[in-house]
C-alpha cells in the first residue's frame, strides 16, 4: 500500500512536476497552460513566493511506496 504524503513546493520538484504534466489528464488540473519546462519551473517559483508573503497554500502530493 503506498503512503500519500503533503509536502510545500520546491524547485527540487519541477522535473517530476513537468513529466507529469505532460499528460493531459493531469494537465486540466493545473493552474498553467502551456506544459513546458521552463513554465513549470515559473510556476513552482510562483507558488513558493505566493506561499512566503502569506497569499497562497499550495502542496506537493508525494506518492510513497512503503
Do not use: C, Q
Not at 24 to 51: M, Q
Not at 59 to 66: F, G, P, Q, S, Y
Amino acid at each position: 500500500m503506498g503512503k500519500v504524503i503533503l509536502v510545500p513546493h520546491k524547485i527540487e520538484y519541477v522535473k517530476e512536476l513537468y513529466e507529469l504534466s505532460k499528460d493531459p489528464e493531469v494537465h486540466k488540473h493545473l493552474n498553467f497552460d502551456n506544459p513546458s519546462f521552463e513554465s513549470t519551473k515559473e510556476f513552482v517559483r510562483y507558488v513558493i513566493k505566493a506561499e512566503e508573503i502569506g497569499n497562497e497554500v499550495s502542496r506537493v502530493i508525494l506518492n510513497k511506496e512503503l
